[in-house]
């Protein structure tokens, strides 16, 4: 499985043959360069988490990409002309030989128009493939045993004593933080000691991988 890093959580998943675009969102970059790819995956439906404008040129460049996301965020795609699949917490589906297993919980949006939906995380399994969970927003989500835990650590709350439990209890053998703010000069200035917490949680191996950077597990 190889995995690079985009921007701010975005990621491109290569296993069993497949090419899997997770949260393409609009702090992401290199959208262009992006072909063949098979499958879209967005788990962030917050309205600054992805640019219906961008998702559209990334699908133009691949016409045989599929989109799956959360059933209001599948409905916002669609009023902006795209195709997409709604994918529910609980229900698997295939990309080839990848299972996409959604994981989540129901969160409540402070905003008038937006009722109780899924807030989903994804994991990804193939045989003799590492399975990878990237949890999007859905920190009470229970994905199973995984290998490699893609953990957004873009914010202060991302490496609150909540999440450094959550990263304890799925307990991967693999933990890579994907922002490249916090691995930056200002990132540490600004969450100082955040990153350096995770070190004490048993069983895991820290693995930074900044914008474009890739790595293969």
Request: include cysteine; glycine fraction near 8%.
């Amino acid at each position: 499985m190889r995995v690079t890093h985009l921007g701010h959580a975005c990621l491109l998943v290569e296993a069993a043959d497949r090419r899997i675009l997770i949260d393409p969102g609009s702090f992401s970059s290199g959208f262009e360069d992006l072909t063949d790819l098979d499958a879209v995956l967005v788990t962030h439906n917050h309205a600054d988490h992805f640019d219906a404008e961008r998702v559209a040129a990334l699908l133009r460049s691949n016409p045989s990409a599929t989109v799956h996301t959360d059933p209001l965020t599948a409905e916002k795609l669609r009023a902006e002309g795209l195709d997409a699949v709604p994918s529910r917490q609980g229900e698997d589906f295939a990309v080839g030989d990848v299972t996409v297993t959604p994981v989540g919980e129901l969160h409540a949006f402070n905003h008038a128009k937006m009722p109780r939906i899924p807030n989903v995380g994804v994991v990804l399994r193939a045989d003799g493939e590492p399975s990878l969970y990237h949890p999007g927003d859905a920190y009470d989500g229970e994905p199973g045993p995984v290998d490699v835990l893609a953990h957004p650590l873009n914010a202060p709350w991302a490496a609150s004593r909540d999440s450094i439990d959550f990263v304890g209890r799925v307990a991967p053998r693999v933990f890579i933080p994907i922002h490249d703010a916090l691995l930056s000069e200002l990132g540490h200035r600004m969450y100082s000691g955040h990153v350096e917490q995770f070190s004490g949680v048993e069983g895991l191996t820290y693995v930074p991988l900044r914008d474009a950077e890739s790595a293969t597990f």
